[in-house]
Each structure stands twice: as structure tokens, then as C-alpha cells.
């Protein structure tokens, strides 16, 4: 006779601090596509999903790996040549002090691993609010609670060092840096990245610089690097071809990791240890970093142009637009408007799916201070498919407010 199993299987209760807000809508966007509406996705930073396009020389180095047989496992931090293109990137970057590179599916893997092989239970890890959730959702996997800090609104979303220097405990281990920033889309000051590398220096620190959006700075002015500032400090920079080179789905990033070569080594020696545990990266994927890195970068001015472009029309509607008000980014491809509205900025995004099927991610899914109301908007379409989607945002506003 079948034996049926008559318990229900409940996940592991460190789960019920999982969010994932960016993805989590999908559930009312589902709502509104079954009634036959076409949802505008304002939500996911999937450049694919509009007019970008893979560079062409990236697409043909994976194929060429496919055909030569690169299809087995490789070693567990990367191939040769992908390990020295991103160290002579890090070079690039004025990086001095490396002490390890290493590749990974993606710059979820690299944090995922770099967080795991770092924090015990009862210590901390200092995070920005807003954030972007990928943090917040590995240290609930860790059972680690939140030490976030704040980004400061009215100082172009700046880290407030003052909440920094307060939310440090003698249980802290490190500080994650989102430079250029999702969800704010500011860009660091120098002086700001030697204050927190003296804060760094001072408390024992780890600094995870997540500068996966480095080269996409919509004004010109150059990106420092974290590790650059600080070569003596214990620094993880992330990077990938998620975003600068347009391959999100082929999920490749890296982490370079620079400072004082034994203060480093057990940390080393401790993500190491997780990298074998997971054998490897994709493989064929890596022998697109080679010539990307080293490779012709002109996409890179067709992408910034666009996205000036695109940010130029998203102030100037948040600038017109009642109820609104919005720092410019200069990075990345996310503006974070304020919203001065009488509900939760959840109520507003779902309501919005709901009345206009379009679809960005509420403040509250990032962190914010409290009091505060925000929505997050990826400026990746096209200027007439964002002039629609503004003119409805536009329109709910006016008729849900006024
Ligand atoms: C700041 C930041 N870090 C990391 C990631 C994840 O990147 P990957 O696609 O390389 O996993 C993202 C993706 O949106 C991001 O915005």
C-alpha cells in the first residue's frame, strides 16, 4: 500500500527573515498579467530586458570555449586567463595590494562566500539602508541580525559616518560599501571612501566594496576605487559582467581581495575552502572576461550615453511631478525618489501594478529611515517607453492624493 507523507514540510524558521522585495512583486505582477495586462518591469536592473545588447566579441569567446571543450569543471577560482585579466583590471583600478582573486557565479556567489567565511554567530557586519537585499538576505541565511547604517538623503546619499561610528560594536567585522549605489544610484566621494578606511583601520575592519557598477558613471568623472584609498586595509572589490558588460544571465563575477598579506591569509585561506566546496563557476562563461576586460569597450559609451539620457527625463519628471522629489544618480541605472504620500510606499508600488501595470519596488523593500517613503525606479527603457510609464505614475498619483 503507498505511503503518503501527511505533514507538511516547513522551512527552516532563519528563512522568515528572507526578503527579496525586487522579486517578491512578481506575485501581483502575475495578478495583473492573468487579467491580460502587460506589465512595464521598472523593477529588475536586467539591462537585457531593453535595448542592450551582450558585446558581440564577449558571445563569441564563450561559443569558441563551448567547441574547444571547455565544458568540464575548472579550477575552483577561475581560470588562468580570466584570474590574470582581473588582476591586471585590478591594476587598472589602482589596486596595489592584491592578495587573492578569484571568480564566482556571479557577485551573489562572491558575497555569499566571502560573508559565510567570515561571520560567526553574534557578530556583525555593517550594511547600508537602503541596501540592496542581496545582503540583508545572506546574513538572514547566516542567522546574522542586521547592523544597518544610514545613507544620507540630503547629502546626496552619502554614508552618514556619524551612524557609522555609533553602530560599530566590538562584535563588528566589517562594512559593505555599494559604490556606485543601488538603490540611490550615488556615486562615493574620495574623501568619504579615506573616512571609512580610517574607521576600517581603526575597529579591525573588513570593507566589502561592491563596485559592480564602476564603470558605468553617467557624468565622466572617474570611479575611485575603495582598495585604490586604502591599500593597507583588509578589502573584498567586487566586480562581474552582470552590468558593465551587459551579461547578467551568464552569471559571472569576482572578488579582489587586497591589504597586508598576513592579516589576510586566514580569511584567504577560510574562502578558499568554500570555493573548492563548490568546485567552480560556470566555466565556458569565464572565457568572456579576458576580452571583455582587455577587449574593445565601446559599448560602454553607447550604454552611457543612453542612460544619460534616460536619467535626464527621469529628473526632470520627478522634478515636475507633485508629491515627488528625487537626488540625481550619477551611477548605475536606479533613481530613488521621495514620496510624500499619506501610506506605506508598499501600498502605493502594489496599488500602482494593480491601477497601471507598472511595476517598480517600494522604499520600505530596501531599508529606509524611518518616517521616510521612497520607490525605486530602473531608468533601463527607452525614453518613450519611460515617458509612458511616468505620464501613468503621474496619473495615479494625481488621482489617488489629490
Ligand atoms: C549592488 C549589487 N551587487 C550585486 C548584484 C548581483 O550581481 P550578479 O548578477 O553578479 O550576481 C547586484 C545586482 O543587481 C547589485 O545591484
Avoid at 10 to 18: I, S, Y
Avoid at 197 to 225: C, G, Q, S, T, W
Amino acid at each position: 500500500m503507498p505511503v503518503t507523507q501527511a505533514r507538511e514540510i516547513t522551512p527552516a524558521a532563519r528563512l522568515e527573515n528572507v526578503r527579496y522585495a525586487i522579486r517578491d512583486l512578481a506575485c501581483v505582477a502575475d495578478e495583473v498579467t492573468r487579467q491580460g495586462h502587460k506589465v512595464l518591469p521598472l523593477n529588475i536592473g536586467d539591462p537585457l530586458t531593453f535595448d542592450f545588447h551582450t558585446p558581440a566579441h564577449m558571445i563569441e569567446a564563450v561559443h569558441k570555449a563551448m567547441r574547444d571543450g571547455k565544458n568540464g569543471y575548472s579550477p575552483s577560482s577561475g581560470v588562468k586567463e580570466a584570474l590574470d585579466a582581473i588582476r591586471g583590471e585590478a591594476a587598472r583600478k589602482g589596486i596595489t595590494s592584491i592578495q587573492d582573486v578569484f571568480v564566482t557565479t556571479g557577485v551573489s556567489e562572491t558575497v555569499d562566500l566571502c560573508l559565510t567565511a567570515l561571520l560567526n554567530p553574534g557578530d556583525n557586519l555593517l550594511t547600508p539602508c537602503p541596501d540592496y537585499p542581496l545582503y540583508s538576505a545572506v546574513l538572514a541565511k547566516l542567522d546574522i541580525g542586521l547592523n544597518a547604517y544610514y545613507l544620507h538623503e540630503e547629502n546626496g546619499w552619502q554614508p552618514d559616518l556619524d551612524d557609522i561610528r555609533k553602530k560599530i560594536t566590538p562584535r563588528t567585522r566589517g562594512i559593505v560599501l555599494i559604490n556606485p549605489n543601488n538603490p540611490t544610484g550615488s556615486v562615493c566621494t574620495r574623501p568619504m571612501l579615506e573616512q571609512i578606511a580610517d574607521l576600517a583601520r581603526r575597529h579591525n575592519l573588513v570593507i566589502f566594496a561592491d563596485e559592480i557598477y564602476d564603470k558605468l558613471i553617467m557624468d565622466d568623472d572617474p570611479h575611485v576605487a575603495m582598495a585604490k584609498v586604502a591599500p593597507d586595509v583588509p578589502v573584498i572589490t567586487f566586480g562581474g559582467l552582470s552590468k558593465n558588460y551587459l551579461a547578467p544571465g551568464w552569471r559571472i563575477g569576482w572578488g579582489i581581495a587586497s591589504g597586508e598579506a598576513s592579516v589576510m591569509k586566514p580569511y584567504l585561506e577560510g574562502i578558499n575552502k568554500l570555493l573548492r566546496s563548490r568546485l567552480c563557476a560556470n566555466h565556458p562563461e569565464q572565457y568572456a572576461i579576458k576580452p571583455a576586460l582587455e577587449g574593445p569597450q565601446d559599448h560602454l559609451l553607447e550604454v552611457k550615453g543612453k542612460l544619460r539620457s534616460r536619467r535626464d527625463l527621469t529628473m526632470k519628471w520627478c522634478t515636475e511631478t507633485p508629491r515627488v522629489s528625487c537626488v540625481a544618480p550619477r551611477g548605475a541605472f536606479y533613481a530613488y525618489p521621495s514620496l510624500d504620500i499619506p501610506e506605506d510606499d508598499e501600498i502605493f508600488v502594489r496599488e500602482l501594478i494593480r491601477q497601471k501595470h507598472v511595476m517598480v519596488v517600494h522604499g520600505s523593500g530596501f531599508g529606509q529611515r524611518p518616517g521616510t517613503k521612497h520607490f525605486r525606479i530602473v531608468f533601463l527603457p527607452d525614453e518613450k517607453t519611460l515617458a509612458t510609464a511616468y505620464s501613468a505614475i503621474g496619473d495615479f498619483l494625481r488621482a489617488r492624493y489629490s
